[in-house]
Each structure stands twice: as structure tokens, then as C-alpha cells.
């Protein structure tokens, strides 16, 4: 099973940047899609960007406008650039290929 290692969280104020890496452990361009997910214990994870093999990406409206997903093939990692954070964007971060494991997570606390 591949491992997907994410990294890049931290403590930031509301209106702050964070950027998260996801690395894989195998070619992500064979696996193909890739996600961004979060989740706020207690709650059901939430899926916020997806990006294709080919680069093209897509958000959920909570942060469609802030946030930026990428990918570089050849690196085999994946990014999540995110901007004018806000509190509801606390969680742990998780990057994901269907069909394969959870990583770590990544924290990320907005918060004066």
C-alpha cells in the first residue's frame, strides 16, 4: 500500500497562509486522482480539493477562492496552498488516492 506522508501545518492567525505538502511513496501519476480531505474530531472527514493527473483541479465552495491544489508528477507530491485561513478551517489535513490508506494527517489551528 502506498504511503502518503503530509506535512506543512501549524499555528496561524485568521487571514494567514499555510502551505501543506502530501509526498507519496510511489508514483502518484499512477495513481492518478488525487484529494485534499480535513477533519474536525468528532465530525466526518470533508473533502476540500481534488486534482487530476493532468493538473486539473476542483474545491468545495468552503474554500473554493482560497484554496490552491497542485501536484508535481515527477516529485510525487501534492500541495495545498492555502490563504485568508479562517477559524472553520481548523482540522487535520489528509492528502488521499482512492483506494489506499490514511496518512498522519497534518494540523492545522487558525487562531488569534
Known amino acids: 500500500q502506498v504511503e502518503l506522508v503530509e506535512s506543512g501545518g501549524g499555528l496561524v492567525q485568521p487571514g494567514g497562509s499555510l502551505r501543506l505538502s502530501c509526498t507519496a511513496s510511489e508514483s502518484i501519476f499512477r495513481l492518478g486522482v488525487m484529494y485534499w480531505y480535513r477533519q474536525v474530531a468528532g465530525k466526518e472527514r470533508e473533502l476540500v480539493a481534488t486534482?487530476?493527473?493532468?493538473?486539473?483541479?476542483a474545491y468545495s465552495d468552503s474554500v473554493k477562492g482560497r484554496f490552491t491544489v497542485s501536484r508535481d508528477n515527477s516529485k510525487n507530491t501534492i500541495w495545498l496552498q492555502m490563504n485568508t485561513l479562517k477559524t472553520e478551517d481548523t482540522a487535520v489535513y489528509y492528502c488521499?488516492?482512492?483506494?489506499?490508506?490514511w496518512g498522519q494527517g497534518t494540523q492545522v489551528t487558525v487562531s488569534s
Open positions: 488521499n488516492a482512492a483506494g489506499e490508506g
Open positions: 486534482v487530476w493527473r493532468d493538473g486539473t483541479t
